[in-house]
């Protein structure tokens, strides 16, 4: 079995992911590299991580027996490179052995790294982590978290096996104590792995072989937006866009809630395929304990977009206003360059035209590459501050504060649906806010079509625009997202525009999952064999959509799974646990205020829903977490 992966000068290798048969690893997002770099692409031979078992082991440490587990060497949730990992616990005293037979080109990779034992002081003996081929020592480094902050993390090492290729191996790793007891901490090797590498140019820029551009606005409803019907529109600039482009009526989210929706957008696969789920009430549980928390990151056995593309000789960039779409939560693998922005002062979130200024930065320096960028706005998601020049003058009398300046998280039980519902006046203003984030947006999006214009880019750049998940603005109840699979949740805008599309409208069903397989054939590059979505442009046929969350609200408060499935205009919306549905026809009650009875049609969308389960394979749990993911969801109003 044979994976690549892809590696970036002047950073750490980051995590793998499986193609097909394969894993792809993408680069550390600390930067670009130089513009005359050829990608390094690295095929992963032996994966000696998943292979390990006891049989590996040729020495034991006295009453500690060797295991895979998970270590977190920094107990601080910003630090870099300390972050929760799948490893391979190893007590001094332990002889891990592999016999394993050389290919050409090949590296060793692997990482070492210790969590510190609190208890115990700088005088702390250090663990030494010892690599030897067929005996003789090759690579050594002592790590010890009590005496250095610096080593509260984990050391990624790079082994050269050119000279033995075509030999068989054996290959040696051995913990030992520095300096006797008391040990600093608990050891492990993590990330073990035999590679071989080679190159891929770069993708001369050129107007035949055209960009491509995802701009994602997180909390976007498509039917807030003037070419979706809105009256007045608060998009003018989109809705120019979309008059030169491809818009399609029906385009559907696979999640009220970005993580998984984005991951799906990410990776081609449904949540319940790709793992980034979200749990219920244990996020903070330890991982590995079959905590929600394994949860929130990222697989690092799933192709991702950008890895895909890179592979292709496509040189990648991101930019994040959304603190969990990040290299903290693996979603960000595959991109060269990839910046998190932080707002500052009163603003939660860093505005679209931050967002913008910095992608063209890196394109005016990258003009003479073929490229794919992904920008994640924040401009439409809570609190609702829209520019002063696009604010409602005055909020209704009786509006209640926390409503007026347009900041839901006061209201969070009401969202729950606890407590006392907005009145209509209130919910007006909300929604007269939220149209003015939209307008805010769009005025950045002027900006940057006008940026890809002076740079000469905007004729061979394929644009596509489109959102994670609605927002609920009291319809059913509630406000916010996350636990609801009505249509203000999940009907989201899809436009494409550019020199590779076809103008138009259509109305067949589109969902997130389709996306990947969209933009790999706009960058010609063929999409792994098996997923479930489709190039939109390629074909009409729209089978069933389904969406799902585990952040639907029982009788009792507790968070229950919600499935919807659509069909046509028939969707029904299941809560396996507790035996529900509700059937709709959105062509005639477009609103879902009035479920039907109709047993045909609910038998026929529960065996849809049925078949679905069972050709979606369930996603093994993560081999590394975001220490910081419980703080990041509650700023984002998920957890309280």
Known sequence: MEWEAVRCRGTTLGPLVRIGLGLLAACSPDGGAPRDEPIRIETVARDLMHEFTQAEIVQRAPFMTPRLDGLQPSPHVDAHGGGYRRAIIAPPGTVIRYRLRVPPAAVLRYGVGVVRDERQGRGASGIRFDVAIDGTPRASRVVNPARSRHHRRWFDERLSLARHAGREIEVTLTTSAEAGRPLAGTAGWSALRVVRERHVERQPARRETPNVIVLLVDTLRADRLGCYGAVPSPSPTLDALAATGLV??????????????????????????????????????????????????????????????????????????????????????????????????????????????????????????????????????????????????????????????????????????????????????????????????????????????????????????????????????????????????????????????????????????DLLPTVLGLLDVAPPPGLPGRDVRATTDGGPVVAETRYGIGPDGESVELVAVRHGDDKLIHAPALGTLALYDLAANPGETRPRRDAARTALLLRTLERWRRETPQAEAAERRDPALVEKLQALGYLD
């Open 248 to 513: 399609f009526e029906r385009a559907n989210a696979q999640a009220p809630w970005t993580m998984p929706s984005v991951a799906s957008l990410l990776t081609g696969l449904y949540p319940r395929a790709h793992g980034v789920l979200g749990g219920s009430r244990d996020w903070g549980r330890p991982p590995g304990t079959g905590a929600a928390a394994d949860f929130g990151y990222l697989s690092d056995h799933v192709p991702t977009l950008a890895d895909l593309a890179l592979a292709s000789g496509v040189t990648t960039f991101g930019v994040s206003a959304n603190p969990t779409v990040t290299p903290a939560t693996n979603l960000a693998r595959g991109f060269e360059t990839f910046l998190v922005l932080e707002g500052g002062g009163e603003e939660r979130w860093a505005g679209a035209a931050e967002l913008n200024a910095r992608f063209l930065a890196w394109a005016r320096d990258r003009r003479a590459d073929r490229f794919l960028a992904y920008l994640h706005y924040m401009d439409t998601h809570d609190p609702y501050a829209p520019p002063e020049r696009h604010t409602p003058e005055h909020p209704p009398a009786g509006v209640r504060r926390a409503v007026a300046r347009g900041r839901i998280h006061p209201l969070r039980a009401q969202r729950r649906g606890e407590g006392t519902p907005l009145r209509p006046a209130e919910v007006e203003h909300l929604g007269a806010l939220y149209a003015g984030e939209i307008h805010g947006w769009d005025d950045a999006l002027a900006h940057l079509l006008g940026g890809l214009e002076a740079l000469g880019l905007r004729g061979q750049t394929n644009v596509i625009v489109t959102s994670d998940h609605g927002e609920e603005l009291q319809e059913h109840g509630r406000l916010g997202h996350g636990s609801q699979l009505f249509e203000e949740s999940l009907h989201v805008p899809l436009v494409l525009a550019g020199p590779s599309i076809e103008p138009g409208r259509r109305a067949d069903l589109v969902q997130g999952i």
